[in-house]
């Protein structure tokens, strides 16, 4: 009886320690990104509101049913200053841009005002609610299918969306360097994520320090691959517009692709990390006996059939990802010597190199260390009181 009293007191403590420290970093979060941003452009009298389609004055279907041209359509601003107004707008029949627009259809429009004067246009669909739903289904079927472990999963995910949108950029924002903002973040994200599915055990510390070398392996990688084939963040789509807000800003953009690189490896090098010190502990809990030796033997025979499985998860990723640069080589009948020097087929070649012998060095590096912690009788012994 005593013993469950203390258990439990334990368990309460640490609980409370846990929330403090939650608590903690999201009043850190709210005061970092207390930044006053530069304006880079002007923005004044200008807005995106919601609007409800009320008249399709002018449509531009043609007799083939496509578009060409532009839409004139009234609608009815249902936010922001012109709220209750009913405005004249055009929608331009673009890829990115504008709506096909019908009668009490939802849309957001683009407003310019100036004076007593709106001018109004279509900007895109109103699809906010259905990319929250999807959102809310991804999140409850984790949960549904996970019980308890999806929860956290689901918890997990929802962490790190707001590590990268209000801790890594901000930091990005601010001048710090890329990589070792990159760095911060993965880590903050790895002992977070692997805490909520494994709990407090030494597969979770085993997959924590396997997960943290790992990225820092890719990020090695791909740095010297960047420095021998002269690949940096400047040889990258957008540039001309990252160059303009470094001159603006503290932004520093050379640093950028690489740290991109930790981010995007972090995953897949955390599930490697997670099965293999997962396995290792539930072969050592069937025998306690096992020696270091035999324990990283079990790891390794498990982790060669993860790691091929998420190498080719990795290419495939970022193979999906240049896509469209792959049909147009193809279309336009590029010779060889073009396409293997090119920038963008040199960027993607690094990402996906890099993340997959990240992954592949994982699995003896967290083999190594799970058989090192379990077979540690005073590390095992602290780590199981779960103080």
């Known amino acids: 009886m005593l013993t469950k009293l203390f258990s439990d007191k334990s368990v309460v403590f640490r609980r409370i320690i846990i929330l403090l420290i939650c608590i903690g970093f999201f009043m850190f979060l709210r005061s970092f990104n207390n930044i006053d941003r530069i304006q880079l452009t002007n923005q004044n009298g200008t807005g995106y509101e919601k609007a409800v389609v009320q008249e399709v004055a002018r449509d531009n279907v043609q007799s083939d049913g496509s578009r060409i041209g532009s839409q ?27 709506a096909d627009c019908k009668e009490n259809m939802k849309v ?29 289904l991804f999140l409850l079927i984790i949960w549904a299918v996970g019980g308890k472990k999806g929860f956290k999963s689901a918890l997990g995910i929802v962490f790190t969306f707001i590590c990268i949108i209000f801790l890594f950029i901000p930091m990005l924002y601010k001048g710090y360097s890329p990589f070792l903002s990159a760095v911060i973040v993965d880590i903050i994200i790895t002992v977070v994520i692997i805490y909520l599915i494994g709990g407090f055990s030494i597969k979770t510390l085993a997959s924590i320090l396997g997960t943290v070398i790992g990225v820092m392996i890719a990020g090695g990688v791909a740095t010297g691959f960047g420095c021998l084939a002269h690949i940096n963040g400047y040889n990258v789509s957008a540039v001309e517009e990252l160059v303009f807000v470094a001159n603006n800003t503290n932004l520093k953009v050379g640093g950028i692709l690489f740290a991109g690189i930790l981010i995007a490896s972090l995953g897949a090098v955390m599930d490697v990390s997670i099965s293999v010190a997962s396995s290792i502990n539930e072969v050592y809990n069937t025998n306690p006996n096992l020696s270091r030796k035999e324990l990283f033997s079990s790891g390794m025979n498990v982790g060669r059939d993860i790691m091929g499985a998420n190498a080719n998860t990795l290419i495939l990723a970022y193979t999906g990802g240049a896509l469209n640069t792959l049909i147009l080589i193809y279309v336009y009948s590029m010779k060889y010597n073009q396409i293997i020097n090119m920038y963008s087929i040199g960027i993607e070649i690094m990402q996906g190199l890099s993340g ?18 379990l077979t540690s009788d005073k590390l095992k012994s602290a780590l199981r009181r779960k103080i």
């Open 356 to 373: 997959t012998i990240a992954v592949i060095l994982t699995v003896p590096l967290v083999s190594f260390i799970a058989s090192e912690l």
């Open 108 to 136: 957001i429009v683009s407003t310019s005002t100036s004076g007593e004067i709106s001018v109004v246009s279509v900007y895109s669909y109103y699809r906010a609610p259905i990319i929250y739903a999807f959102v809310a």
């Open 72 to 98: 004139k359509v009234k609608v009815r601003i249902l936010t922001g200053e012109l709220k209750g107004k009913a405005l004249d707008a055009t929608s331009t029949s673009g890829y990115l841009y504008g």
